[in-house]
């Protein structure tokens, strides 16, 4: 063998020999290998992904040794035997970089259901390599409408002419079902599946999966999500059968406000492509075709997102989907071909689970019904263990507060029944929960029960139900009240999350308002791991853009009017453009910037002058307005304007952060004139003129940068006067209230901010916790002990918007911020004030967990810091800088860890590596 070689092989061999008994080999994989391995937008090991471009992401390990990376390889192959070494798929070779996220795959083209294994590993800063990760996987899921062979099917459910609350059509819920027999094992088995409405299936009278209202809710006439399932487990030797429920959900239910726009039209459909590989190589596909079977006669009556479910338990089909069951009394379905118009792309983000249960806390018994109370307002549906004798039906009502004199608060969900019914075939304690329906509430009322049985806690118990993601951050402090307000700002995230971004999850609406999204969109990115899910919703929104560029007010576009309003079509450049300050990847630029800039031209269509005529809901629900209007009294060409110039501002950022240079030129002269046609019209030497003069029209102009540099420090002038009028309170809707921390932070009025937050009176977001809020609520007044409820109907006590203010608890109290795109660098920067006395934040950032904890003791200032490896952190100590600086309890001196960069008046500013901190500094 020695023959064969050359002398230079002969050199590598004998040097990987050695290599291999000595550790202080270079190449010697000596360091902790990288974790937490992700592709895309944050998927570990998904199955029936919709990706076959994906990219990939690790963190390094926090393991003595590991600062930063300074090289990667990625290697990705058909089959685990193949890695490291023979990877047939790609094999990105050793780079020299510092980018541990967002790599793009470079390798071979990938194919629907393909089964791809990857792992990676590093160098480290002294150019040590780490051991190869563990191998991660992914499965693509049916990337094209053709790898669909079955047909859509389903049952004629308008027949019966069931008419709703609104006289709307109601599609009673269809059970399919079809046996068949294998002659031989299984091996694998993936089910593709979905529905034109909601499904849940069985396979041999198990549970396929615990996923809510599959397959979700997107711009249905566009696109329709598919769920993979691995029903290997399911399948068993010889005779199966497969049953599946289809109800209306979003696609053909009743949803908007309009009788138009209720999608009366087409009966809900499913679609079922069950895919073997049999235990000796051979291949079999059950598929949804006419040979299934249907009924509409089972134990489900109606369900309807807005007015609840029906059950009638007499009905039930026990065994239905086995094969110990007759259907020889079930129609035989209708089939319907797949078509290219409706794309059929399997599922960006994650489906809804219930998520967490709520025990009930208290019982109020009044006239045989019996109230409970979860003391949390919440999103998803009651478990029922109740008792019950046949014949009777219980009736479920929902509320999420009472009013004062113990009632049922229903007003607010105005057309909305959201009423659940369930008759009891037997005595004995019927078990329940709604399956295609969801609710918004705090208090279930029960009637129709065994009023000869006590009403117990355990009679009921609340699933909170959303978008099955993990939480990312978690923030508190020293003072109650700012701790339930992060409280209320999760609860709000949880209840509107229900696989769309929802201003509201109880009244008829539940819709994917824009502005909500786009105001409270930065904070959820902290509270929770939701960049899939904003992802997600940012394709819908692209397929919802007219070709004049208009973004619709509610995406899905329910309401199919055609209609814009500043603010919140903006949703198409302010959500990306967070969202990649947030996570650093270029691919949620390069997916919306086309619509951006669709979006920039629409602005300009309705200007004259470069002054805007958009209009519409403007500072929607500002407090206290003037005109009494609940678009508050900001000018809506103010607005409009405001907005053009800043969606410009943005389309130019990201045509700077993609590299197109000509674009980024175009975007910002067309932000430069607008801002002066801006300031030219509606200001005069910094002060509003000719309209309104409001907090948010002064916001609007510094957060987006409008006037000119010699008239911003007068503008503050009268912002701050405007605030000092209003007795240093907010008067602020939803455009107008996300700028209010941005401006005053960024203008050194933190003192001020901080008493606006804490203010406790009316408009103050501790107003609503004084009046007993466990969420966000849709208005600064919603509820007052004192007056009772707002009088308009329109009053959602689950409304995410005024949450939009965790970011700045987030960034500036706790102080954890990205100064470069993605935590690359961050600023940990608090600034603590009274009254609060400590405050602490963690975060999982792309680089992974940052955190920042401080202390104030007497004059003592005390720090503690996690900066993550491969990141950097500017951190920012208050101290009188006259005194010491104390770091792990010893004098500060610099050292490779630690420098010190810049001393101020008021705060040492260090550039700090990865690893833990603890500073002290002095205060006075
Ligand atoms: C919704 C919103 C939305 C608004 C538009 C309301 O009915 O609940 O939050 O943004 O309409 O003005």
């Not at 691995?230 to 239910?253: F, K």
């Amino acid at each position: 063998m020695l023959k064969k070689m050359n002398f230079k092989h002969f050199i590598y061999a004998l040097y990987a020999t050695v290599c291999l008994s000595f550790t202080s080999c270079k190449e010697q994989a000596t360091i902790a290998e990288a974790k937490k391995l992700t592709i895309s937008e944050g998927f570990e090991n998904p199955l029936g992904f919709y990706d076959k471009m994906p990219t990939f992401s690790w963190q390094l390990p926090v393991s003595e040794g590991v600062l930063s990376q300074s090289a990667y390889q990625i290697v990705v192959a058909s089959s685990p035997d193949l890695l490291p070494d023979h990877a047939d798929l790609w094999n990105s070779k050793k780079q020299q970089t510092a980018q541990s996220t967002w790599i793009k795959y470079e390798g071979a083209a990938l194919q629907s259901r393909q089964k791809v294994y990857w792992q990676v590993k590093y160098w480290n800063q002294d150019k040590q390599a780490s051991k190869w990760s563990e191998i991660n996987h992914f499965e693509l899921g049916l990337l094209n409408n053709n790898d669909w062979k079955a047909k859509w099917i389903g049952l004629d459910t308008k027949k019966e002419k069931v008419l709703g609350s609104q006289n709307n059509i109601i599609h009673r819920p269809q059970y399919l079902r079809k046996g068949f027999k294998l002659s031989n094992d299984v091996a694998s088995a993936r089910l593709y599946i979905t529905a034109k409405g909601v499904f849940d299936v069985a396979i041999n009278g198990k549970d396929v999966s615990d996923d809510v209202m599959p397959p979700g809710y997107t711009p249905y006439k566009e696109r329709i999500e598919t769920i993979t399932y691995d029903v290997t487990n399911l399948i068993e030797p010889g005779e199966n059968t497969v049953g599946v429920e289809v109800a209306a959900g979003w696609h053909s239910g009743r949803l908007g406000w309009m009788e138009s726009y209720w999608s009366d039209t087409e009966t809900p459909k499913m679609l079922f492509q069950l895919e073997l590989i049999m235990k000796d190589g051979s291949k079999e596909m059950i598929l949804s075709d006419d040979t299934w079977k249907g009924t509409t006669s089972g134990p489900i009556r109606v369900s309807e997102i807005y007015d609840g479910e029906t059950y009638d338990a007499n009905l039930e089909m026990p065994n239905w989907t086995t094969t110990k069951f007759d259907d020889k009394t079930w129609e035989s379905v209708k089939t319907f071909p797949v078509t290219e118009d409706i794309r059929l792309e399997p599922k960006r983000h994650t489906t809804v689970k219930s998520k967490i249960e709520l025990a009930t806390k208290a019982i109020i018994e009044k006239d045989g019904t019996a109230i409970f109370d979860f003391q949390q307002n919440m999103v998803g549906v009651p478990l029922l263990k109740v008792p019950m004798k046949k014949g009777q039906t219980l009736k479920v009502r929902f509320a999420e507060k009472l009013s004062p004199d113990g009632s049922f608060y229903t007003e607010n969900y105005r057309s909305a029944e959201s009423t659940n019914y369930y008759t009891a075939s037997k005595d004995g304690v019927i078990e329940w929960m709604p399956k295609f329906t969801f609710h918004g509430f705090q208090y279930v009322e029960l009637s129709g029960f065994d009023t000869s049985k006590k009403p117990s806690k355990d009679w009921v118990t609340g699933l909170v139900q959303y978008s099955d993601f993990e939480e990312n951050g978690t923030f508190t402090s020293s003072h109650e009240k700012l701790n339930q307000l992060q409280s209320n700002i999760v609860w709000g995230l949880r209840g509107n999350f229900f696989d769309i971004p929802t201003d509201c999850p109880q009244r008829d609406e539940r819709m994917g308002w824009t502005a909500d999204a786009q105001v409270f969109a930065p904070a959820s990115m902290f509270n929770a791991d939701v960049y899939k899910f904003w992802a997600s919703w940012m394709q819908s929104v692209r397929e919802s853009q007219s070709d004049n560029g208009a973004i619709p007010w509610v995406v899905p576009d329910v309401l199919f009017n055609n209609k814009v309003s500043a603010g919140w079509g903006d949703a198409c450049t302010i959500i990306p453009w967070k969202i990649y300050l947030k996570t650093g990847d270029k691919e949620i630029l390069e997916e919306n910037f086309e619509t951006m800039k669709g979006w920039v031209k629409y602005h300009e269509s309705v200007t004259k002058n470069n002054i805007s005529s958009m209009g519409f809901f403007a500072d929607w629900l500002q407090p206290l307005p003037e005109n009494g209007d609940n678009k508050g009294d900001t000018s809506k060409s103010l607005i409009g304007t405001a907005f053009f110039a800043h969606s410009a501002n943005l389309t130019a950022k990201t045509a700077k952060a993609l590299g197109k240079t000509e674009e980024f030129k175009k975007y910002n002269a067309i932000y430069k004139t607008v801002a002066n046609a801006f300031e030219n019209k509606f200001f005069e030497n910094g002060k509003v003129k000719d309209v309104a003069e409001t907090q948010t029209s002064y916001l609007l102009a510094l957060a987006f940068g409008l006037l000119s540099e010699e008239h911003k420090a007068n503008a503050k002038k009268h912002l701050l006067r405007k605030i000092a009028e209003a007795d240093n309170h907010l008067r602020t809707g939803f455009l107008g209230t996300p700028l209010l921390y941005e401006v005053l932070d960024a203008t050194g009025e933190i003192d001020l901010m901080y008493k606006l937050l804490f203010n406790e009176t009316y408009p103050s977001w501790f107003y609503s916790i004084n009046q007993g809020a466990t969420t966000i609520w849709e208005r600064w007044n919603s509820y007052s002990k004192k007056d009772g409820f707002n009088a308009q109907k329109m009053n959602s006590l689950n409304h995410y918007a005024y949450g939009a203010i965790g970011e700045w608890m987030y960034e500036r109290i706790a102080g954890i911020a990205p100064l470069e795109a993605g935590y690359k660098t961050i600023r940990i920067a608090p600034v603590p004030k009274e009254p609060l006395t400590s405050s602490s934040a963690s975060l999982n950032t792309p680089y992974g967990n940052v955190s920042s904890s401080w202390e104030i003791k007497g004059s003592d200032f005390k720090l503690e810091v996690v900066v993550p490896p491969n990141t950097t952190a500017k951190v920012v100590i208050l101290a009188n800088t006259k005194q010491a600086l104390l770091l792990n309890d010893t004098n500060f001196k610099d050292n490779s860890n630690v420098k010190l960069t810049n001393t101020d008046k008021d705060a040492f500013v260090l550039e700090v590596q990865p690893g833990t901190y603890s500073f002290q500094s002095k205060l006075k």
